[in-house]
């Protein structure tokens, strides 16, 4: 039967009501998006609905091409309903903008550069509380949370499908610090992610501001993020600077010193934010220092991440990697690459 790209509209959890690019066959809209990526299981970046298995499960199917009630779903069905469909408008948006993230920004297509269409699942399992790329699929799995809320929210999104992005190109190996820098990436890709999206999500460059530099804040139920980039030490487990030991801890920890790094070459290390909520935490470093903005820094530690880093790149590795990509894209002693050295300096890695 002929498909038609139809557009959309989804009832969100946190983003409140968005446009979807739908499918359309005869009467039914299945979330299967045509405009973003080619190929692939369902021909273009698509929801699923495992429907409380741990396998994909089938495609959305519905009568009509508005989405969701925005909120949470619960055992059973939604709120209001008895289809759950808000937490796949959740995933769409997140995986939307994501994708046109990366292509606007960076010219980057999909997750492997290479536009092939990828897909999350969600109402995985029951009541379950995580998210998670896994690159035999190339798709997400988002649970429907219990201690959470659903876990599709922007910066969950981006942070898995920064995996994908991760396991594509450099590899990094998920343990020691390459595990830590690979965490890190995706932690950094949710924030760009939320900022994009927050901005319109239609811009050529990630804005400086608008995204809240907290993994995980919306899908909790108490407001305690998951993880703070701009302190990480704030979890109670993550240390806020590089250190020998730091090869031995959970990756979500080892994370902790790139994703401080990487927030004080975007927005700085000094507390000169006014009233936005982080600056009580921004001390003077020893090297202080003016940041140069999310879509600066992001350029170079993108083409760091894609181009430079192996499986094995670790902290020390890493530095010079991002310092060699900054003076790749803005010259030898450009700003950006004296921020880059100073950023990395701050978290107690290189001179
Ligand atoms: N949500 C987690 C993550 O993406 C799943 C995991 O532990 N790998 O980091
Ligand atoms: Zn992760």
């Known amino acids: 039967m002929l498909q038609t790209t139809a557009a959309g509209v989804g009832n969100s959890q946190y983003n409140g009501v968005v446009p979807l690019s739908t499918t359309q066959q005869g009467d039914t809209f299945k979330l299967v998006d045509p405009l973003r990526g080619k190929g692939g299981l369902h021909g273009g970046m698509a929801i699923t609905n495992a429907n409380h298995g741990t396998s994909a ?6 009568w009509s091409n508005t989405w969701g009630d925005g909120k949470q779903f619960v055992e059973g069905g939604s709120t209001t309903g008895a ?4 937490a796949a408008v959740n995933a769409m948006w997140g995986l939307m903008n994501t994708y046109d993230m990366l292509k606007n920004t960076l010219g980057w297509q999909s997750l492997d550069g290479q536009n092939n269409a990828t897909y999350i699942a969600v109402h995985v399992n029951t009541a379950y509380d995580n998210a998670y790329y896994s690159d035999t699929c190339k798709c997400m799995f988002i649970g429907d949370g219990s201690s959470f809320n659903n876990l599709g929210s922007l910066d969950v999104v981006g942070h898995e499908m920064g995996h994908g992005v991760t396991a594509a190109t450099s590899k990094l190996l998920y343990f020691a610090e390459s595990g830590g820098l690979n965490e890190s990436a995706s932690d950094i890709s ?6 994009y999206a927050r901005a319109g999500g239609t811009g ?10 907290m993994m995980g804040t919306e899908i909790s139920k108490s407001n305690t993020p998951l993880r703070w980039m701009f302190k990480p030490s704030k979890d ?4 806020d600077a590089w250190s020998s030991s730091l090869k031995r801890i959970d990756v979500h920890y080892s994370s902790g010193p790139n994703n401080r790094m990487f927030f004080f070459l975007s927005q700085g290390s000094n507390a000169d934010k006014g009233s936005e909520h982080y600056s009580k935490y921004l001390v003077k470093e020893p090297l202080g220092m003016t940041g140069i903005g999310s879509d600066k820094a992001y350029r170079i530690w993108f083409k760091a991440l894609t181009t430079k880093f192996t499986a094995v790149t670790n902290y020390a590795d890493a530095r010079n990697k991002v310092l060699a990509a900054a003076q790749e894209l803005y010259g030898m002693d450009s700003k950006e690459a004296v921020a880059v050295q100073r950023a990395y300096a701050a978290i107690n890695v290189g001179p």
Do not use: C, F, K
């Not at 949710?190 to 900022?195: D, I, P, R, S, Y």
């Open 57 to 62: 499960g089938e495609l959305y199917a519905h």
């Open 83 to 86: 289809n759950g469909q808000t």
């Open 190 to 195: 949710g924030e760009m992610v939320e900022a």
């Open 204 to 213: 050529e460059e990630i804005p400086a501001r608008g995204n809240d530099w």
């Open 236 to 239: 109670g487990s993550s240390p």
